[in-house]
């Protein structure tokens, strides 16, 4: 029986009960985070609360926890669920809305306390700098239909969810957003990295993107400990299809290569050499923060 968190207790998640008058179920008024975790260890713990933080502020949703009190819940958390070697790696999910109100308003009610809720999921082992192992993906492309204010982690999530849809419905697992003028954003939940001659591109950090932790961590990791290139800047469309390889990042996948974008070959249709050196940095420094 899996132990949740809940307004302050941690109890058995088949008693964790949350009012249909919840902002969270009614309008997606709140913030999520999924951190994970193997061995016990976290990947970008600090960097993961901290944006949490600056998407509750944004929301003007105050949970009264700082940075400590979510280290105790989590790693309350972990160590509840943790009873066999097969639940080793675990992901936090939290998720805070703006609490219950006793009718449905669009306006923000006043003095309501906010639902904090947090639970652990099994997942996969720490991905390898292997190309036998690597998992890989193909993409299609789109344009970004989605809200303007992506950079906030917000549990409305339905933009995200159908452009996935999109990418499902036409046999790929992914699929790249371009914005009105051609440039790429991101994915439907993952960010984009896009690689020609040995130089490294992301798209820069605006509203039209998530600032994701991984993606955070993989930069300053390529510009700390290797000689690569690295820019954050526009890419147009006709540079994805030109390029040598494509990355999809997230806190899930880490760094995973993309192989074919609409029915394309991505460079010579194989993992690049350019991801296993990445890989391979990332896998030896993703603790350090």
Not at 251 to 269: C, D, F, Q, R
Request: proline content about 4%; hydrophobic content about 40%.
């Amino acid at each position: 029986m899996s132990i949740v968190y809940l307004n302050g207790d941690f109890i058995p998640a088949e008693q964790a009960k949350i009012s249909p008058m919840d902002r969270g179920f009614l309008f997606g008024d709140g913030i999520y985070e999924v951190i994970p975790s193997y061995g016990g260890r976290f990947v970008g713990f600090a960097p993961h609360i901290s944006r949490m933080q600056d998407g509750l502020a944004q929301l003007s949703i105050d949970p009264g926890l700082n940075l400590a009190d979510w280290q105790a819940i989590t790693h309350r958390l972990l160590a509840e669920n943790n009873s066999s070697p097969n639940s080793a790696n675990l992901a936090v999910y939290i998720q805070v809305s703006r609490g219950a109100d006793t009718k449905r308003n669009h306006a923000f009610p006043a003095n309501i306390r906010a639902t904090v809720f947090a639970y652990t999921f099994a997942i996969a082992p720490e991905p390898v700098a292997d190309k036998s192992q690597a998992t890989c993906y193909t993409v299609v492309t789109g344009q970004d239909l989605r809200w303007q204010r992506c950079h906030i982690k917000s549990t409305s999530l339905l933009g995200n969810v159908l452009h996935y849809q999109q990418a499902y419905a036409n046999g790929a697992q992914e699929i790249l957003l371009f914005d009105k003028n051609g440039n790429l954003t991101e994915g439907a939940a993952v960010n984009v990295f896009v690689i020609k001659n040995g130089i490294i591109a992301t798209p820069p950090l605006t509203n039209k993107l998530l600032p994701g932790i991984t993606r955070l961590l993989l930069l300053n990791i390529l510009r700390q400990h290797s000689n690569w290139r690295v820019e954050e800047r526009d890419i147009s469309e006709q540079e994805v299809f030109n390029a040598d390889e494509i990355w999809l990042t997230s806190s899930s996948k880490e760094i995973a290569p993309v192989l074919k974008v609409n029915e394309h070959s991505v460079g010579t249709g194989e993992i690049g050499n350019v991801w296993l050196a990445a890989q391979q940095l990332f896998s030896a420094h993703k603790y350090d923060e």
